[in-house]
C-alpha cells in the first residue's frame, strides 16, 4: 500500500469514528427534544399519535406510565427492525427512545419531586419538634394506636426535599431508634412548601404561640 492509499484509510478511518460519535450525540439531543415536545403536549391535554394514546388509555385504567408504555412497545418493534436493518441503528434507536421517554415522564409527571415521611413513633412530639427546629419544615401530628399492643403513638408525617433525608434520619435515630419510618416519593407538591427552610430554631414554637394568642384575643 502506497502513502497517498494509508492516508485516504487513515481519513476514512477517522470519519467513521467522527460520524458514530455524531450519532450518538444526535440521539442524545434527539430524545431530549422529542421527549420535551411530547410532555408539553400531553401535559395540556393534547396529543402527537402513535403511542401516546395507548399510553394515556392505559394510563387513566392501570395507573401506568406513559412514558413507560412508550418505551416498552417502541423497544419491542425496534428489536425487531434490528433482524432486518441490522443491530447497530436498533441500538442507536434504542438509547433515542430511552432518552425521550424519561424526558417526557419527567415533563409529564413534574420536576419538583419531593420526598413524604411517615414517621411512627412514642416520641413523636420531640422528633416533631427538632424537626421544626432544625430543618425547618412542617409537621403533621396525628394520633394512632398500635394493632398489636393498643400502645399510643404518634403517627408524623411531612414533606422534605431529598437533602435532607439524611439529617432528617440522624434526628429520628437520636430520639428514637425503633421507630417506624416510611419514605416514599412525591411527584409534585402544591401549596405552601418553601424552596429552602424559612424557620429556624426556635422561631417555630415563638411563631405557634403567638397564633395561639392571637386566636385567644379574637375570641374574647
Same mark, same amino acid.
Given at each position: 500500500?502506497?502513502?497517498?492509499?494509508?492516508? #485516504?484509510?487513515?481519513?476514512?478511518? +477517522?470519519?467513521?469514528?467522527?460520524?458514530?460519535?455524531?450519532?450518538? /450525540?444526535?440521539? *442524545?439531543?434527539?430524545? *431530549?427534544?422529542?421527549? /420535551?415536545?411530547?410532555?408539553? /403536549?400531553?401535559?395540556? #391535554?393534547? @396529543?402527537?399519535?402513535?403511542?401516546? $394514546? /395507548?399510553?394515556?388509555?392505559?394510563k387513566s385504567k392501570y395507573d401506568v406510565?406513559?412514558?413507560?408504555?412508550?418505551? *416498552?412497545?417502541?423497544?419491542?418493534?425496534?428489536?425487531?427492525?434490528?433482524?432486518?436493518?441490522?443491530?447497530?441503528?436498533?441500538?442507536? %434507536?434504542?438509547?433515542?427512545?430511552?432518552? @425521550?421517554?424519561?424526558?417526557?415522564?419527567?415533563?409529564?409527571?413534574?420536576?419538583?419531586?419531593? +420526598?413524604?415521611?411517615?414517621?411512627?413513633? !412514642?416520641?413523636?412530639?420531640? $422528633?416533631? +419538634? +427538632?424537626?421544626?427546629?432544625?430543618?425547618?419544615?412542617?409537621? %403533621?401530628? $396525628?394520633?394512632?394506636?398500635?394493632? =398489636? %399492643? #393498643?400502645?399510643?403513638?404518634?403517627?408524623?408525617?411531612?414533606?422534605? @426535599?431529598r437533602f435532607e433525608l439524611a439529617a432528617?434520619?440522624?434526628? $429520628? @435515630?437520636?430520639?428514637?431508634?425503633?421507630?417506624?419510618?416510611?419514605?416514599?416519593?412525591? =411527584?409534585?407538591?402544591?401549596?405552601?412548601?418553601?424552596?429552602?427552610?424559612?424557620? #429556624?430554631? !426556635?422561631? =417555630?414554637?415563638?411563631?405557634?404561640?403567638?397564633?395561639?394568642?392571637?386566636?385567644?384575643?379574637? %375570641?374574647?
Amino acid at each position: 500500500m502506497n502513502l497517498s492509499g494509508m492516508i #485516504h484509510k487513515i481519513r476514512a478511518i +477517522r470519519a467513521g469514528r467522527f460520524l458514530a460519535a455524531c450519532l450518538g /450525540v444526535v440521539c *442524545l439531543f434527539g430524545g *431530549l427534544l422529542v421527549g /420535551v415536545g411530547a410532555g408539553l /403536549v400531553v401535559k395540556y #391535554h393534547g @396529543s402527537g399519535g402513535g403511542m401516546d $394514546i /395507548v399510553g394515556i388509555i392505559l394510563k387513566s385504567k392501570y395507573d401506568v406510565s406513559v412514558g413507560t408504555v412508550s418505551l *416498552l412497545f417502541n423497544a419491542v418493534v425496534v428489536t425487531c427492525a434490528a433482524f432486518i436493518f441490522g443491530f447497530e441503528p436498533a441500538m442507536y %434507536t434504542l438509547v433515542n427512545i430511552f432518552v @425521550s421517554s424519561n424526558v417526557f415522564t419527567q415533563v409529564l409527571e413534574g420536576l419538583n419531586r419531593k +420526598r413524604n415521611m411517615m414517621i411512627v413513633s !412514642e416520641k413523636g412530639a420531640e $422528633i416533631a +419538634r +427538632r424537626l421544626m427546629n432544625e430543618v425547618g419544615r412542617g409537621v %403533621t401530628i $396525628i394520633k394512632g394506636e398500635g394493632g =398489636y %399492643t #393498643h400502645r399510643g403513638k404518634d403517627v408524623l408525617f411531612c414533606v422534605v @426535599s431529598r437533602f435532607e433525608l439524611a439529617a432528617i434520619k440522624e434526628i $429520628i @435515630s437520636s430520639i428514637d431508634p425503633d421507630a417506624f419510618v416510611c419514605i416514599n416519593e412525591t =411527584y409534585e407538591v402544591m401549596g405552601k412548601f418553601p424552596g429552602r427552610a424559612p424557620l #429556624h430554631k !426556635e422561631e =417555630y414554637p415563638a411563631k405557634l404561640q403567638a397564633e395561639q394568642e392571637a386566636g385567644q384575643d379574637t %375570641t374574647q
